[in-house]
């Protein structure tokens, strides 16, 4: 008949519910202890107490306890696990399905003498019946004990053997219901995880969606998505367990005999469900965190993936992986492998897209050069920024010997490599000779490669940690300019679309050296035409030293309207003018040339006002010469007058002797512009012999990243560096400074002029041995200029010649173009005697050569005849040395101080 027990396990929906009615169902018979036992996912029995007596617990177990959230839920009592093999009565009748009763302790114990603790506690009748599901198959037990010896009525039995039956449907009912709960939340959370991972950006956010979706679908406490990387497997990301904890397993050898390993090599799950099983097949990870001993792992390959991989779930306690938790296992696996060859193909797509962009930006740029060294610099920084090498060369055939290859620049060599492969015949055995000689790319995707295919380079090629190299050949219209050469710091395969984009770029840099090497020629020809309009000499009379320079600018082959110009006039006075017609081409350049001749012309009549008032007059006739600027000054060298006025033109700059440096503001005035009618006014300035005049055009002081009153400052700046620097080298100063060795945007003329204190002598030549004969000569009529005696003249001539010898040898293999510097000069000494100062000066390189005998005496002759001499060694850029000798006039030569 029902019972409130029966009708509890009828409606219990949950295992804390039939927990509770088996208590009520059995308390009629007031048993001493049961217990329930129920077979886990892991094989095991869980097991749970329902009369608590103390010290009886342990007689059904036989093993110690441990606290244990079961299959049954939240316990009431201290829920243990036990093997299904072992020799007690709940695992018998699981095992055999034969419900068991005893009508003694001694019975009991005759059957299971491993029962501890059953005689001790003089317990009497008990039972061990089977649980069975609705489906036959039996997942579990009911034991009990009861206070007296003897069998059980037929009515108790029957009352325990239906409380057993009901709690078999009971609990059954609510595994199904535990089960299709189970199975309903890894269905959400594998939806939830496929719109993770699909809505998933990138590489980063797959991999981090993967660890999370592990945690949600198989409720492990531990992911760690693990890939391939060469020939190890290495964690990406994990949760719950960090890289150090991992150890060695976050960085295995593809080969190992590892579950991981295993997994991944073939392809299929490999799960381990018992702490047992994991300490034995990866002892490393059974205690990742201490105290925390790890119960399972389960190691789910990555299918198909590009590169291997597999998912890693870590579980803390034993824990079963069914069927239905593989199949959704291999699940979660696939999308995760569509998640992330998503991403890669995204990533390879933004990939291809940013170098195309790039590569449109290049070209951009190649298209923009105009010279040979700006092709060079393009091509260095986009091969870099693009293409990703670690260095790149770019060569060019010599034209002075198409026989070999000249290095024109390089990034990411060592300065001793580059110097060694400055010129590469095109019979050597490298890739970039190869690549010259025969028109085609070189490729070469490893160390071992290059040392088979061109030993000989190997050192220099590898330097730097290079792997990989490519050289392509710099081909345009048939003819070959030169190579580029890449390197590499990982070795590479060099697949179709990267070939194809690297010989991309070297066609479209070998078209733009085409294009400057035309450039270059016809360039020079419009510099020539334009030097040709301007003064081949410069007249000045004895006592004023004259210095002027040109410097075209960078704007294509259109000639400019600048201009200088120096003329002695018949009454001993010197005319100088400074202009800048606006515009470029033939028209400006002609109206430059009309406008010069005029001023020339007008200069002997008139003074500088009044001369900027006719030729502003005549520009009217000229074509191109409107709003064209002018500063003309005439110098009276006996006075040191100098008259001046400004056509719109920036001030000249003044430097006194001492130092001091300021502008001439005054004598200001509009361009030429007739139709404006404007007086012109004149500023006058009266000059100390050793005082010093610059003039300029605006092209010096007008960049687009600095203002035209920075400019100035910089400009004042530059002539007060050296209060003693005459023309020649104050115009050397002031390039230098101002343009920073590059060339300007626009034409560039200077013209300085200095008021002698005595007469100077300032020679350029080529640092070359045929210049010392000239230098000697040069020297040796300045000093009769000056009334040195013969002696002095042949003691001053012999010393300075050992410096020029020196300046010329030193050099040697720096460049072609170096310079040797020779000034002169005369200043008052004590006593009222003069001074004679020779400074010589070179852009070389000091070596040091190996002591011989007949060297090293230079220095000791340029003591012995000179009074003072000062020796000055450059380093770094500044490289170049300065000899500075003085000899006082009309006395003997004294011991030189040396400094």
Same mark, same amino acid.
């Given at each position: 008949?029902?019972?409130?027990?029966?009708?509890?396990?009828?409606?219990?929906?949950?295992?804390?519910?039939?927990?509770?009615?088996?208590?009520?169902?059995?308390?009629?018979?007031?048993?001493?202890?049961?217990?329930?036992?129920?077979?886990?996912?892991?094989?095991?029995?869980?097991?749970?107490?329902?009369?608590?007596?103390?010290?009886?617990?342990?007689?059904?177990?036989?093993?110690?306890?441990?606290?244990?959230?079961?299959?049954?839920?939240?316990?009431?009592?201290?829920?243990?696990?036990?093997?299904?093999?072992?020799?007690?009565?709940?695992?018998?009748?699981?095992?055999?399905?034969?419900?068991?009763?005893?009508?003694?302790?001694?019975?009991?114990?005759?059957?299971?003498?491993?029962?501890?603790?059953?005689?001790?506690?003089?317990?009497?009748?008990?039972?061990?019946?089977?649980?069975?599901?609705?489906?036959?198959?039996?997942?579990?037990?009911?034991?009990?004990?009861?206070?007296?010896?003897?069998?059980?009525?037929?009515?108790?039995?029957?009352?325990?053997?239906?409380?057993?039956?009901?709690?078999?449907?009971?609990?059954?009912?609510?595994?199904?219901?535990?089960?299709?709960?189970?199975?309903?939340?890894?269905?959400?959370?594998?939806?939830?995880?496929?719109?993770?991972?699909?809505?998933?950006?990138?590489?980063?956010?797959?991999?981090?969606?993967?660890?999370?979706?592990?945690?949600?679908?198989?409720?492990?406490?531990?992911?760690?998505?693990?890939?391939?990387?060469?020939?190890?497997?290495?964690?990406?990301?994990?949760?719950?367990?960090?890289?150090?904890?991992?150890?060695?397993?976050?960085?295995?050898?593809?080969?190992?005999?590892?579950?991981?390993?295993?997994?991944?090599?073939?392809?299929?799950?490999?799960?381990?469900?018992?702490?047992?099983?994991?300490?034995?097949?990866?002892?490393?990870?059974?205690?990742?965190?201490?105290?925390?001993?790890?119960?399972?792992?389960?190691?789910?390959?990555?299918?198909?993936?590009?590169?291997?991989?597999?998912?890693?779930?870590?579980?803390?306690?034993?824990?079963?992986?069914?069927?239905?938790?593989?199949?959704?296992?291999?699940?979660?696996?696939?999308?995760?492998?569509?998640?992330?060859?998503?991403?890669?193909?995204?990533?390879?797509?933004?990939?291809?897209?940013?170098?195309?962009?790039?590569?449109?930006?290049?070209?951009?740029?190649?298209?923009?050069?105009?010279?040979?060294?700006?092709?060079?610099?393009?091509?260095?920084?986009?091969?870099?920024?693009?293409?990703?090498?670690?260095?790149?060369?770019?060569?060019?055939?010599?034209?002075?010997?198409?026989?070999?290859?000249?290095?024109?620049?390089?990034?990411?060599?060592?300065?001793?490599?580059?110097?060694?492969?400055?010129?590469?015949?095109?019979?050597?055995?490298?890739?970039?000779?190869?690549?010259?000689?025969?028109?085609?790319?070189?490729?070469?995707?490893?160390?071992?490669?290059?040392?088979?295919?061109?030993?000989?380079?190997?050192?220099?090629?590898?330097?730097?940690?290079?792997?990989?190299?490519?050289?392509?050949?710099?081909?345009?219209?048939?003819?070959?300019?030169?190579?580029?050469?890449?390197?590499?710091?990982?070795?590479?395969?060099?697949?179709?679309?990267?070939?194809?984009?690297?010989?991309?770029?070297?066609?479209?840099?070998?078209?733009?050296?085409?294009?400057?090497?035309?450039?270059?020629?016809?360039?020079?020809?419009?510099?020539?035409?334009?030097?040709?309009?301007?003064?081949?000499?410069?007249?000045?009379?004895?006592?004023?030293?004259?210095?002027?320079?040109?410097?075209?600018?960078?704007?294509?082959?259109?000639?400019?309207?600048?201009?200088?110009?120096?003329?002695?006039?018949?009454?001993?006075?010197?005319?100088?003018?400074?202009?800048?017609?606006?515009?470029?081409?033939?028209?400006?350049?002609?109206?430059?040339?009309?406008?010069?001749?005029?001023?020339?012309?007008?200069?002997?009549?008139?003074?500088?006002?009044?001369?900027?008032?006719?030729?502003?007059?005549?520009?009217?006739?000229?074509?191109?010469?409107?709003?064209?600027?002018?500063?003309?000054?005439?110098?009276?060298?006996?006075?040191?007058?100098?008259?001046?006025?400004?056509?719109?033109?920036?001030?000249?700059?003044?430097?006194?002797?001492?130092?001091?440096?300021?502008?001439?503001?005054?004598?200001?005035? =509009?361009? %030429? +512009?007739?139709? /404006? #009618?404007?007086?012109? $006014?004149?500023?006058? *300035?009266? !000059?100390?012999?050793?005082? @010093? &005049?610059?003039?300029?055009?605006?092209?010096?002081?007008?960049?687009?990243?600095?203002?035209?009153?920075?400019?100035?400052?910089?400009?004042?700046?530059?002539?007060?560096?050296?209060?003693?620097?005459?023309?020649?080298?104050?115009?050397? =100063?002031? %390039? +230098?400074?101002? /343009? #920073?060795?590059?060339? $300007?945007?626009?034409? *560039?003329? !200077?013209?300085?002029?200095? @008021? &002698?204190?005595?007469?100077?002598?300032?020679?350029?030549?080529?640092?070359?041995?045929?210049?010392?004969?000239?230098?000697?000569?040069?020297?040796?009529?300045?000093?009769?200029?000056?009334?040195?005696?013969?002696?002095?003249?042949?003691?001053?001539? %012999? +010393?300075?010649?050992?410096?020029?010898?020196? $300046?010329?040898?030193?050099?040697?293999?720096?460049?072609?173009?170096?310079?040797?510097?020779?000034?002169?000069?005369?200043?008052?000494?004590?006593?009222?005697?003069?001074?004679?100062?020779?400074?010589?000066?070179?852009?070389?390189?000091?070596?040091?050569?190996?002591?011989?005998?007949?060297?090293?005496?230079?220095?000791?002759?340029?003591?012995?005849?000179?009074?003072?001499?000062?020796?000055?060694?450059?380093?770094?850029?500044?490289?170049?040395?300065?000899?500075?000798?003085?000899?006082?006039?009309?006395?003997?030569?004294?011991?030189?101080?040396?400094?």
């Amino acid at each position: 008949p029902a019972t409130p027990a029966t009708t509890a396990l009828t409606t219990a929906s949950a295992p804390t519910e039939v927990l509770r009615a088996i208590r009520l169902g059995l308390a009629p018979l007031d048993p001493v202890d049961a217990a329930v036992g129920v077979l886990t996912e892991e094989g095991d029995l869980a097991i749970e107490t329902l009369a608590h007596i103390e010290g009886r617990t342990g007689a059904w177990t036989g093993a110690a306890l441990e606290p244990h959230a079961g299959a049954l839920g939240p316990p009431a009592g201290r829920p243990v696990r036990l093997g299904l093999g072992a020799p007690l009565p709940g695992p018998a009748v699981v095992r055999d399905g034969r419900a068991r009763w005893w009508g003694s302790a001694d019975a009991a114990l005759a059957e299971f003498p491993s029962w501890p603790g059953l005689r001790d506690n003089a317990h009497g009748a008990a039972c061990s019946l089977p649980l069975v599901g609705d489906d036959g198959v039996r997942f579990g037990f009911l034991t009990a004990i009861f206070p007296g010896p003897g069998d059980l009525p037929g009515a108790d039995r029957a009352l325990v053997s239906l409380i057993a039956r009901q709690t078999a449907q009971a609990l059954y009912r609510t595994r199904l219901q535990e089960a299709e709960t189970a199975e309903l939340h890894r269905a959400v959370a594998l939806q939830e995880a496929t719109a993770s991972l699909s809505a998933a950006a990138d590489r980063a956010d797959v991999v981090r969606a993967m660890v999370v979706a592990g945690r949600r679908v198989l409720a492990a406490d531990r992911r760690a998505p693990v890939l391939a990387h060469g020939d190890e497997l290495v964690l990406e990301a994990s949760s719950g367990v960090t890289a150090e904890q991992l150890g060695d397993l976050a960085r295995r050898p593809r080969g190992a005999g590892t579950p991981l390993t295993v997994a991944v090599a073939e392809g299929r799950a490999i799960h381990l469900d018992q702490p047992d099983a994991v300490r034995a097949r990866v002892p490393e990870v059974a205690g990742l965190v201490p105290g925390v001993p790890l119960g399972a792992l389960l190691a789910v390959p990555l299918p198909a993936l590009g590169q291997p991989g597999a998912l890693m779930f870590l579980y803390r306690v034993a824990h079963r992986t069914d069927t239905a938790a593989l199949a959704v296992a291999g699940t979660l696996a696939q999308l995760c492998v569509q998640a992330l060859r998503r991403a890669e193909h995204a990533e390879d797509e933004r990939a291809r897209r940013r170098t195309a962009e790039r590569m449109q930006e290049a070209i951009a740029s190649l298209t923009a050069t105009s010279t040979t060294v700006d092709v060079a610099r393009s091509a260095l920084g986009m091969g870099t920024a693009v293409l990703g090498a670690a260095s790149v060369t770019i060569t060019v055939l010599d034209p002075e010997d198409p026989t070999q290859l000249r290095l024109v620049d390089h990034l990411g060599l060592a300065d001793a490599v580059a110097e060694r492969n400055a010129a590469i015949p095109l019979d050597a055995g490298t890739p970039l000779a190869t690549a010259a000689r025969t028109g085609t790319p070189v490729y070469v995707g490893s160390p071992e490669e290059l040392a088979a295919d061109y030993p000989v380079i190997v050192a220099d090629a590898s330097s730097g940690g290079r792997a990989s190299w490519a050289s392509l050949p710099l081909v345009a219209s048939g003819r070959t300019f030169g190579v580029l050469g890449f390197g590499y710091g990982q070795r590479r395969a060099f697949p179709p679309d990267e070939r194809l984009a690297l010989e991309t770029f070297a066609s479209r840099c070998a078209e733009a050296l085409g294009r400057a090497e035309r450039f270059e020629a016809e360039h020079q020809a419009a510099v020539q035409l334009q030097r040709a309009l301007l003064p081949v000499t410069l007249d000045a009379p004895d006592g004023v030293g004259v210095a002027a320079r040109y410097l075209p600018g960078v704007r294509g082959l259109m000639v400019g309207g600048d201009w200088y110009d120096v003329s002695l006039m018949e009454d001993g006075r010197v005319a100088c003018s400074v202009g800048d017609v606006v515009g470029q081409g033939t028209a400006a350049a002609a109206a430059m040339g009309q406008l010069r001749v005029t001023l020339r012309a007008l200069a002997p009549f008139a003074g500088p006002a009044d001369v900027l008032t006719r030729l502003e007059q005549l520009s009217g006739t000229i074509p191109g010469a409107h709003m064209a600027t002018v500063a003309h000054l005439v110098l009276e060298p006996g006075t040191g007058e100098v008259c001046y006025s400004l056509a719109g033109h920036p001030p000249p700059v003044l430097r006194r002797p001492g130092g001091r440096v300021t502008l001439l503001e005054g004598g200001r005035g =509009t361009p %030429l +512009a007739p139709e /404006l #009618g404007q007086p012109r $006014a004149e500023a006058a *300035v009266r !000059l100390e012999p050793g005082s @010093l &005049l610059l003039l300029y055009t605006d092209g010096l002081i007008e960049r687009r990243d600095r203002s035209i009153d920075d400019g100035l400052d910089q400009l004042v700046a530059a002539v007060a560096r050296d209060p003693e620097a005459g023309p020649e080298a104050v115009c050397d =100063t002031v %390039l +230098a400074e101002l /343009l #920073g060795g590059e060339h $300007a945007a626009d034409d *560039v003329a !200077l013209l300085c002029l200095e @008021l &002698l204190a005595s007469p100077r002598l300032e020679l350029r030549a080529p640092a070359r041995p045929e210049s010392l004969p000239v230098a000697r000569q040069a020297l040796r009529a300045w000093l009769a200029s000056v009334g040195a005696t013969q002696e002095e003249t042949t003691d001053l001539v %012999l +010393a300075a010649g050992e410096a020029c010898a020196n $300046a010329v040898e030193h050099a040697e293999g720096v460049s072609a173009r170096a310079e040797l510097r020779l000034d002169a000069a005369l200043e008052v000494g004590e006593l009222a005697r003069d001074v004679v100062r020779i400074t010589v000066r070179d852009a070389g390189r000091w070596v040091e050569r190996p002591a011989r005998p007949g060297r090293g005496l230079g220095l000791d002759i340029m003591v012995a005849l000179v009074d003072g001499l000062d020796l000055g060694r450059g380093t770094g850029e500044a490289m170049g040395t300065t000899v500075t000798l003085r000899r006082r006039l009309g006395a003997p030569a004294a011991p030189a101080s040396v400094s």
